[in-house]
């Protein structure tokens, strides 16, 4: 047997009462891709944390080809040959390519040495396929080359084993198979990396074995992956069965949202270009698309946060003049943000004031300016009661909640006030099966009702499982919509990537 | 070896909460009491003649109280402000515009005498009220930086009250840079026979039972939380983040601007030079030793008055200098910052073996 690239033997981890790594082990040998799966809350962030330095562990030891090692931060950790690439980048984007890769090395007597950087570029395009333009301003590139930068940068300080949080979220589809690619050259080159994900699908396709983790405990390490289901690797992250959700025949009604030739600014590649779309009652509309390709542009206008500059927004059949967060919310618009712990969430505030913030001025929660804090309170617990929020109570810190119940949080609030409309972006992100099957549980019983949702999503999945119709946006514009019925991935896929939809 | 390092919080423990404050404050007498040796002087005997000459008889208890009550309105008005994310470091001149204010209009001939008193406490709120919204309209119209402007204005006020009583206002017969004084019908009432204790002192109390009820049950102060944890998030909900930040700014400038109507109206009876030694700036270490919550305003207002009122005795006694008084008000504002931190962070010692 090879010796190990990395082995993490028995790490514990607690924070107070709450055990978040219990005895948890792992080995990486030259050349594994080890998927790291489980939900929200089971401990894959405080493992890699402890890795990076972040947490100091209260037990186990980390052994670097067979060496025991002591990892304080983040350099300790490249110095061992781990590098990271994390969910949000870690660029400067009005620097280039270039300088990006050279922010924090050293060359010989301080000065930066500009030759051998280019050099090893070019060695890692050869190696792995991986390249970006070094003269490309990083603020022009896509997610996908910015990812592509994060991995070569990574590479360059001479990471052995690579990790990837939740790569794909962002990716086309074809922009995953070729990150796919590179990782089985770096495999073949005897790197290892670890894969953490949520996407079943990807980990069945990509890795070669997989730590399955629940509640801070491995609870099922597979060395091989490709005979087991989806549903058995669901169920051994959930503890129990999942099923998918069931989208009964709907016939839409009445035409409940609808966006007339709107147009706005933004960069030339997201802003708005004469958009047109009709959502109707019991529909549920699915927007794909890689992300900065006008879906936050779009969200902003639902949801009461920018004017269009042309074109209309018409609720029920009325143009919306006068478009603010507060007026759409009283036009029947409910909103789930893309970004729940920055825009639809004050994560330092109580749990009950985040659940009444949007509708404080409500007479049920206040009079004359008087709050009625009884009333606030028996809501929030109210709703936590329905949907299912796991908090130790109405005033917690809405930032201690993990992911799931955020979102659970975030449902209750703008769910309670039975909505005509609700935007979601990005709904499940983050989120692990059991929580995602929920809110798209709650979807589905609103679309039953008769209410409409558009949904913007980076999840293929998601969206093919939900929608009824799904468009696809690329460079502002609506690059073609169909049916669910007429949708392929392959389609989708092409048109996300800016091809034109075939005649 | 030993190592330690600092890990976020998960949870922050109510004991710890009320606890930090309290250690915040014995650290500064700790760390000041290396002054007072230097001084030449025994640590006990001062801090027990310091402490003993504020708190000890009738008439210095008045007198602590009288100290604490601009303390109170500044430290109240930088809560307000803080809580909003509002960098109000302007209570000083805002105060000097209240204290202005009530000059002008308790000097005022032809008003019927009963007027004066809420017109002085109007006026003063509504003048400091506007030298705070300035600088809000400047920052939500125009982004410009708001520690800069209101930190600015400080100064502009001064020397525009400098250059008012070297001129218009310059008492004329003794020559002195002193306001002419209020009517005898504006002078504050004086509580208790015999001494200092006037009407502003009541005026701080309620506004510190008003400012708590704003914080915690009104719409208002609701939405002054959630804009100062988070404008993005408060404008995504529907607040409207510029209005919050101008009402924040105009109860705040007001606060200050009673703390100079009251030490016009109670204490001095007209406007001089030096009516504020740094109160102003005093509020903003009282609102953060309070943890920008109202009820605790008055407990470090006091503690601060106690130091200023008893470092005179301490010295006269002892032969330390009174400047003590500043250095503790310094060390505590950064003692509290330290505080603050092991609020969100804690330390974990770890025994380190070299293989």
Known sequence: ?503 | MITFRMEPREHTPVWLNALLPLLAVLATLVICSGLIKMAGASVFSAYAILFKSALSSKFNLVETAVKATPLILTGLAVVVAFRAKFWNIGAEGQLLAGAMAAAYLGALKGMPGWSLIPLMILGGAIAGAIWAVIPAVLKTRYKVDDVVTTLLLNFVIDYGMMALLNGPWKDPLSGYPDSPDILPAAEFPILLKATRLHLGVVIAVVATLLIWFLARRTTLGFSITAVGENPKASRYAGMSVAKVIFLAAAISGGLAGLAGVGEVGGLHFQVMAGISPGYGYTGIVIAMLARLNPLGVIPAAVFFAVIITGAEAMSRATGVPVFLADVIQGTALVTMLIALLFNQYRIRFKKVSHA
């Open chain 1, 1 to 503: 047997m090879p010796v190990a690239l990395l082995e993490m033997a028995g790490i514990t981890k607690s924070f107070g009462p709450v055990l978040a790594n219990d005895n948890v082990s792992l080995t990486l040998y030259p050349g594994d891709i080890l998927g790291l799966l489980g939900e929200n809350g089971a401990g894959k962030t405080t493992l890699m944390n402890v890795l990076f330095g972040v947490y100091t562990a209260d037990a186990g030891e980390i052994r670097i080809n067979g060496e025991r090692v002591r990892i304080r931060n983040s350099a300790d950790a490249l110095r061992h040959g781990i590098g990271m690439v994390h969910q949000h980048f870690h660029l400067v984007p009005c620097h280039t390519v270039l300088e990006n890769l050279m922010v924090g090395r050293k060359g010989r007597g301080g000065r930066l040495n500009k030759k051998t950087v280019l050099e090893s570029l070019e060695r890692i395009k050869e190696r792995f396929g991986l390249f970006v333009e070094p003269a490309a301003l990083v603020g022009d590139l896509t997610i996908g080359e910015q990812q592509r930068l994060e991995i070569i940068k990574a590479l360059i300080r001479g990471a052995r084993v690579l990790i990837l949080d939740e790569p794909t979220s962002t990716l086309t589809p074809q922009e995953t198979e070729g990150l796919f690619e590179a990782l089985r050259a770096m495999s073949d080159e005897g790197m290892g990396v670890i894969f953490i994900s949520h996407k079943l699908q990807e980990v069945r396709a990509i890795t070669n074995k997989v730590v399955i983790m629940r509640r801070g405990r491995v609870t099922a390490t597979l060395d091989e992956v490709e005979n087991v289901s989806r549903h058995k690797l669901a169920e051994l992250m959930c503890g129990h069965e999942i099923t998918p959700p069931v989208r009964e025949p709907v016939t839409p009604g009445e035409v409940l949202l609808a966006f007339k030739n709107v147009g706005t600014g933004g960069t030339a590649r997201s802003r708005l270009k004469g958009i047109t779309f009709e959502l109707r009652a019991g529909e549920i509309l699915g927007i794909a698309g890689v992300s900065g390709n006008g879906q936050k542009e779009l969200s902003d206008i639902i949801s009461g946060m920018a004017m269009p500059e042309a074109g209309n927004l018409e609720i029920k059949g009325r143009v919306v003049d006068r478009i603010s967060p507060r007026y759409v919310q009283r036009l029947g618009v409910g909103r789930i943000p893309e970004d729940r712990m920055e825009i639809g969430l004050i994560t330092a505030l109580p749990l009950k004031d985040n659940m009444v913030l949007p509708r404080i001025h409500e007479p049920r929660f206040s009079r004359k300016g008087i709050l009625k804090p009884r009333a606030i309170l028996d809501f929030t617990v109210q709703q936590m009661k329905v949907f299912d929020i796991r908090a130790p109570g109405p005033e917690v810190r809405t930032g201690t909640l993990s992911g799931g119940n955020l979102q659970k949080a975030l449902l209750a609030r703008e769910l309670a006030w039975d909505p005509l409309v609700l935007l979601a972006d990005q709904p499940t992100r983050g989120l692990d099966v059991a929580a995602a099957r929920f809110v798209h549980q709650n979807f589905l019983e609103l679309r039953r009702k008769g209410r409409a949702v558009i949904l913007i999503s980076e999840d293929l999945e998601e969206l093919f499982t939900l929608s009824d119709r799904i468009a696809v946006m690329y460079e502002g514009r609506i690059n073609g919509m169909m049916p669910i019925s007429e949708a392929t991935v392959q389609k989708v896929g092409l048109l996300m990537a800016g091809m034109e939809a075939a005649a």
